[in-house]
């Protein structure tokens, strides 16, 4: 995955980038090319196209296959299931990285949220007097004036 604000080398080779053709996948992979064609046309393995529409695979590709041969083979489930399987881990990925993200923009929002606390707390005047809630009688006070001395 690319970073916001960096740019990705074009040259720079990842687990994504299309580079082996179809003969070069099925010998990584160890299936026949035409297996490789059907899981193309089943929708299982859809490896990128070139302008002349020949199929390119990445390494994430020749894993897939490895896959989806393992679960084929080993497991003993049709190539509808597999489908299936792979939708609901390409799912699974996706709702994980959706997770991540919202992690982080919560972690943001409670780091910006205590900032704001923080500042808000610093701003209070340090002159005033806690307020004490005084207890309440029943008793009744009778308030009389003083008088007034007359300075004649």
Same mark, same amino acid.
């Given at each position: 995955m690319d970073t916001p604000g960096r740019r990705r080398n074009p040259y720079e080779l990842t687990e994504e980038t299309p580079v082996y053709v179809i003969s070069v996948a099925a010998q990584l992979s160890g299936l026949h090319p035409q297996t490789l064609r059907q899981y193309d046309r089943l929708g299982l393995v859809s490896p990128d196209r070139t302008a002349g529409r020949g199929r390119r695979y990445s390494a994430r590709d020749i894993e897939l296959l490895r896959q989806v041969q393992a679960l084929s083979q080993d497991e003993g489930i049709n190539l509808a299931g597999i489908k299936r399987i792979i939708e609901l881990e390409n799912q699974v990925a996706a709702l994980q990285?959706? /997770? $991540?993200?919202?992690?982080?923009?919560?972690?943001?929002?409670?780091?910006?949220? =205590? =900032?704001?606390?923080? $500042?808000?707390? $610093?701003?209070?005047?340090?002159?005033? +007097? #806690?307020? =004490?809630? /005084? =207890?309440?009688?029943?008793?009744? +006070? +009778?308030?009389? #004036?003083?008088?007034?001395?007359?300075?004649?």
């Open positions: 990285s959706r /997770v $991540a993200e919202m992690e982080a923009a919560l972690d943001g929002a409670a780091a910006a949220m =205590q =900032q704001r606390e923080a $500042a808000v707390h $610093a701003s209070y005047r340090r002159d005033l +007097v #806690p307020y =004490q809630e /005084v =207890q309440q009688t029943s008793a009744l +006070v +009778v308030w009389r #004036p003083k008088r007034q001395q007359s300075s004649d």
